[in-house]
């Protein structure tokens, strides 16, 4: 039997809210393109 996730759907990482660049891994904090903030791309937002 499988160990199914849900990490396919969720996809990790993080996004610039400034410039979209996307990191992936741990939260880096703040983007290390530009120095905004980052967004948790794994939470759900419509
Ligand atoms: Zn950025």
Redesign the pocket.
Known sequence: MRDVTQDADRKAGYE??????VVDGTNPGT?P????TMRNRGTPME
């Open positions: 610039c809210f400034d410039c979209g660049n983007c393109e530009c120095g905004s």
